[in-house]
């Protein structure tokens, strides 16, 4: 499985950006689909995950009412909407995919990584 993530960029605290992560090769084994982040100096973190149906999702506290994880099924994709973002959504932002069906917030249990994709956002 191969991850590609885009839609990252610069933008000003309150803004939004969205965010997409294309899933291809064996993409019938993945049920869950997530992105986690990392912020220079600091480990990776969970940030939100959603079911292959779409119909379940999981997101950080610290994210949530801000951040939307969506996916779409028959296209193999995951999106992140991004709203009311703040100095500290600064990261890289990675997406993630798990043969595993339960949306799971640790990172060990992604075994299919995309590239990361950079977010900043400035004060």
């Known amino acids: 499985v191969q991850l590609q993530a885009s839609g990252g960029g610069q933008v000003q605290a309150g803004g939004s950006l969205s965010l997409s992560c294309a899933a291809s090769?064996?993409?019938?084994?993945?049920?869950?689909m997530g992105w986690f982040r990392q912020a220079p100096g600091k480990e990776r973190e969970f940030v939100a995950a959603?079911?292959?149906?779409?119909?379940?999702?999981y997101a950080t506290d610290d994210v949530k009412g801000r951040f939307t994880v969506s996916g779409d099924n028959a296209k193999n994709m995951v999106f992140l909407q991004m709203y009311s973002l703040k100095p500290e959504d600064t990261a890289v932002y990675y997406c993630?995919?798990?043969?595993?069906?339960?949306?799971?917030?640790?990172?060990?249990?992604?075994?299919?990584w995309g590239q990361g994709t950079l977010v900043t956002v400035s004060s």
């Open positions: 993630a995919a798990r043969e595993g069906r339960r949306l799971s917030g640790a990172s060990g249990n992604y075994p299919y």
């Open positions: 959603v079911s292959r149906s779409g119909s379940t999702t």
């Open positions: 090769g064996r993409t019938l084994d993945i049920y869950v």
